[in-house]
C-alpha cells in the first residue's frame, strides 16, 4: 500500500456520460497530480493542485476537470466521455523536498 | 524545457541476463533523477533515485548513475529475474515539473 488511494479500481461507462475520480494523498503530502495512461500515448501529465490551489496544467482536455479539497482528497472529472478516455488514470502526490511522487494503484476507466 | 527519452521497448531478455534501459535527458538547472517500475495491473512504485551528479541510486539490484557529462541515468541489473518483469519508467523532476519518459516494458524469460 503506497499511502495514496485511488476509486474507484474500474470504470465501466457509456459514451456521452460524466464520470468522477477520486484521490487521498498520503499522510501529509499536499501537492496531488493526475496523470492519464494509455497504450498509445505513455504517461501523460493532466493536471496539479498543491494545498487547494491548481498549480499547474498538461494536456488536460477541456471537457476534464479537477479540484482539491480541504482535506486535500482530489476529483478528477470527466464529462462528454468519448472511446478514445478509455485509459488508466493515476494519481499520485509528493512530499516536500526532492522527494519523488507516490503513486495510486489507478482507476481503470473503459468507455462503451 | 526539460525532457527525458529513453530506450524503446520492448525489451525482452533471459534469466539471470544482464540489463540496460538507456535514458538521456534534457533539463534547465540541476533535475533530480528517478526511476520507476510498474508491474501489472499496478501504479507506478520508486524503484530508485539521484539527486545531484555523480549520485548513484541503487534498490533491488538495479543501480543507476546520474552522469552529468552525458546528461544520462541509464538503468543496469546484473542479473534480472522473471519477477523483474514490468514497465519502467526514466524521469527527472526540476523545480516543480516532474517528467517521465515513454516507458520501457522488460520481459525476462525463464
Known amino acids: 500500500d503506497s499511502g495514496v488511494t485511488q476509486t474507484p479500481k474500474h470504470l465501466i461507462t457509456a459514451t456521452g456520460q460524466r464520470v468522477t475520480l477520486r484521490c487521498s494523498p498520503r499522510?501529509?503530502?499536499?501537492?496531488v497530480y493526475w496523470y492519464q495512461q494509455s497504450l498509445d500515448q505513455g504517461l501523460q501529465f493532466l493536471i496539479q493542485y498543491y494545498n487547494g490551489e491548481e498549480r499547474a496544467k498538461g494536456n488536460i482536455l477541456e471537457r476534464f476537470s479537477a479540484q482539491q479539497f480541504p482535506d486535500l482528497h482530489s476529483e478528477l472529472n470527466l464529462s462528454s466521455l468519448e472511446l478514445g478516455d478509455s485509459a488508466l488514470y493515476f494519481c499520485?502526490?509528493?512530499?516536500?523536498?526532492?522527494?519523488?511522487?507516490?503513486f495510486g494503484s489507478g482507476t481503470r476507466l473503459t468507455v462503451v | 524545457g526539460n525532457s527525458v527519452t529513453q530506450m524503446e521497448g520492448p525489451v525482452t531478455l533471459s534469466e539471470e541476463a544482464f540489463l540496460t534501459i538507456n535514458c538521456t535527458y534534457t533539463?534547465?538547472?540541476?533535475?533530480?533523477l528517478f526511476w520507476y517500475v510498474q508491474y501489472p495491473g499496478e501504479g507506478l512504485q520508486l524503484l530508485l533515485k539521484a539527486t545531484k551528479a555523480d549520485d548513484k541510486g541503487s534498490n533491488k539490484g538495479f543501480e543507476a548513475t546520474y552522469r552529468k557529462e552525458t546528461t544520462s541515468f541509464h538503468l543496469e541489473k546484473g542479473s534480472v529475474q522473471v519477477s523483474d518483469s514490468a514497465v519502467y519508467f526514466c524521469a527527472l523532476k526540476d523545480n516543480n515539473d516532474m517528467r517521465f519518459g515513454a516507458g520501457t516494458r522488460l520481459t525476462v524469460k525463464p
Open positions: 499522510s501529509g503530502d499536499l501537492s
Open positions: 533539463a534547465t538547472g540541476y533535475p533530480s
Open positions: 499520485a502526490s509528493r512530499g516536500t523536498g526532492r522527494s519523488g511522487y507516490t
